[in-house]
T-cell receptor
């Protein structure tokens, strides 16, 4: 499976600011996804990052709040905008290949605390 | 709507004892089934997966899971638990009919006592 890294691994941010999280994969992958894991909760899909086009967002998530970029097949970013304490979560990226994109492999996550 | 249920929030077993973590799903399609493990402060690691064929699947770290269509279940088992197995375990389900989305259960926290 691919090796996936995320930066930063953790951060503490002030409310009202924005944070961009990077996800890097060591090989080309078709599909990249962003998930949120709120404290003590399970994972919720935020969006599918599409290479060369706008991301596909799940219900309850909007581009203005979580803009996503995917300039190539190995890299994606998620920005958490205008943060509030409710955004404190672990953000994880995952990757998959078309045809078996439900078989996903996860990065180590970014632990975000908003004060 | 698709849903995944892990009935046990916490489970405590003694080291060396057997383990079974339960997972039930509600899907109107042929499901693809996964178990992931998350150690504290870590991302998710794929333990095993089921797509088709033999309903008993083997995974890493000595884990196995059995798909029972009649019970809509995909329970995870291990014959002898090690202290290093203490972690949170997530069952996840996908289906081609629902695109790329994986739906996760709420997770089961496993504690191992020595």
């Amino acid at each position: 499976s691919a090796v996936i890294s995320q930066k930063p691994s953790r951060d503490i941010c002030q409310r009202g600011t924005s944070l961009t999280i990077q996800c890097q994969v060591d090989s080309q992958v078709t599909m990249m996804f962003w998930y949120r894991q709120q404290p003590g909760q399970s994972l919720t899909l935020i969006a599918t990052a599409n290479q060369g086009s706008e991301a596909t967002y799940e219900s309850g998530f909007v581009i203005d709040k979580f803009p996503i970029s995917r300039p190539n097949l190995t890299f994606s970013t998620l920005t958490v905008s205008n943060m509030s304490p409710e955004d404190s979560s672990i953000y994880l990226c995952s990757v998959g290949h078309s045809g078996r994109s439900y078989e996903q492999y996860f990065g180590p996550g970014t632990r975000l605390t908003v004060t | 709507a698709q849903s995944v249920t892990q009935p046990d929030i916490h489970i405590t077993v003694s080291e060396g004892a057997s383990l079974e973590l339960r997972c039930n799903y509600s899907y109107g399609a042929t499901p693809y089934l996964f178990w992931y493990v998350q150690s504290p402060g870590q991302g998710l690691q794929l333990l095993l997966k089921y797509f088709s064929g033999d309903t008993l699947v083997q995974g890493i770290k000595g884990f196995e899971a059995e798909f029972k269509r009649s019970q809509s279940s995909f329970n995870l088992r291990k014959p002898s638990v090690h202290w290093s197995d203490a972690a949170e375990y997530f069952c996840a389900v996908g289906a081609r009919e629902y695109g790329n989305k994986l739906v996760f259960g709420a997770g089961t926290i496993l504690r191992v006592k020595s």
